[in-house]
């Protein structure tokens, strides 16, 4: 456990075990992706599947913790479990090289305690939620856009995403407004600390809301989508 020394004033002994019991599926491996996985696995999430089909880029390389000199070229999987093995060789990382569609989405996050949306467009982020609602399964969701940021948990049945991008268009903000260094960081932290939450049911968890980021501005507001609703129909 001296690993995680410095987590148990906040994660007891026995949290941080349970947590190695548990299987995070993250979807997209770019700016948000990279970072959660390696969060993930400093706290000690045990296994992780890592799902992307693309390469490491040099427009990358302004803001994807993955993306350096000597990852140009590689399989954004690939670069990620050689990244994870560096911080954690505990962590049992699998990387899978395909692009989750409405196909095969149940099949690569069969097993999975809980999935992060890291995703970069509203169609695939609609399928995670379909997916995930089949298989009972929690997801983390997480967007950014320039200087602007959302993070919400969608538990089974809940369909926040269905209601927040209801009428949209294929391609989400993020693909008129850029995405420097820091908004990743930030957005990818705080699924982060989400996914905890939610593995170890502590703390005031997201649930059918969303909470956006202006850093620019620094304003923060949470929107709720029916977490109430939700709620009250489970009670």
């Known amino acids: 456990m001296e690993r995680y020394a410095r987590n148990a004033s906040c ?71 050689q990244r994870i093995m560096a911080v954690n060789p505990d962590v049992v990382f699998r990387p899978l090289n395909v692009r989750l569609d409405a196909e095969n989405a149940e099949e690569l996050l069969a097993g999975s305690d809980l999935v992060l949306d890291c995703s970069d467009g509203i169609p695939t982020r609609l399928v995670l939620e379909a997916a995930t609602e089949r298989l009972g399964i929690p997801l983390v969701h997480g967007a950014i856009a320039g200087w602007y940021g959302q993070v919400g948990v969608c538990f089974p049945g809940d369909r926040l995403l269905s209601a927040y991008y209801a009428g949209c268009e294929d391609a989400g903000a993020e693909a008129d407004l850029g995405n420097p260094s820091f908004t990743p960081a930030v957005v990818a932290a705080l699924q982060a600390a989400e996914a905890v939450k939610v593995l170890l049911n502590r703390g005031d968890i997201l649930r059918g809301r969303l909470l956006y980021l202006d850093l620019l501005q620094h304003q923060y507001d949470v929107l709720d989508m029916g977490e109430n609703q939700a709620r009250e129909e489970k009670s």
């Open 11 to 81: 994660i007891a002994e026995k949290e941080t075990e349970y947590l190695h019991s548990r299987h995070v599926a993250i979807v997209g491996l770019g700016g948000l992706g990279g970072y959660a996985a390696e969060l993930l696995a400093r706290v000690g999430v045990g296994r992780i599947t890592g799902i992307d089909d693309d390469r490491v880029e040099v427009t990358n390389l302004n803001r994807q913790l993955l993306a350096n000199e000597a990852t140009l070229g590689m399989l954004k999987v690939m670069a990620a479990e």
